[in-house]
Nanobody, 117 residues
C-alpha cells in the first residue's frame, strides 16, 4: 500500500523559510516522479515543484528562485525548501508520487502553510 506523509508545515512570517518533507512507503520510490502541489482557499490545486526519477526539476513561475525541491532515494524522502515566503504562498501543500506524468498517482494528506505577520 502506497503511503505519503507530509511534515514541516506551520505559521511563518513573510520573508521567512520553511522546509517540507514528504516521506513515502510501499513503493520503489526512486522510480517515481514526485511533486509538491498547493491549494489556497477558493482556488484550484496547482503544481509548485516537481522532481523526476532522474533528478530533473521544474517549478511554478511564482516560486522560481525561492523554492528548491530535492530527493533522497535512500531515505524515500522528497524535501521542498521554501525561502522568502510571501502571504500568497499560504495554502495547503500536498505531496504526490506518480510513475508517469499522465498518471493520477498517490496523494498525501496535506500540510498547512500560513505566511502572515
Amino acid at each position: 500500500q502506497v503511503q505519503l506523509v507530509e511534515s514541516g508545515g506551520g505559521l511563518v512570517q513573510p520573508g521567512g523559510s520553511l522546509r517540507l518533507s514528504c516521506a513515502a512507503s510501499g513503493i520503489i520510490f526512486s522510480n517515481y516522479i514526485v511533486g509538491w502541489y498547493r491549494q489556497a482557499p477558493g482556488k484550484q490545486r496547482e503544481l509548485v515543484a516537481r522532481i523526476t526519477s532522474g533528478g530533473s526539476t521544474n517549478y511554478a513561475d511564482s516560486v522560481k528562485g525561492r523554492f528548491t525541491i530535492s530527493r533522497d532515494n535512500a531515505k524515500n524522502t522528497v524535501v521542498l525548501q521554501m525561502n522568502s515566503l510571501r502571504p500568497e504562498d499560504t495554502a495547503v501543500y500536498y505531496c504526490n508520487a506518480r510513475l508517469f506524468i499522465t498518471s493520477t498517482g498517490t496523494w498525501g494528506q496535506g500540510t498547512q502553510i500560513t505566511v502572515s505577520s
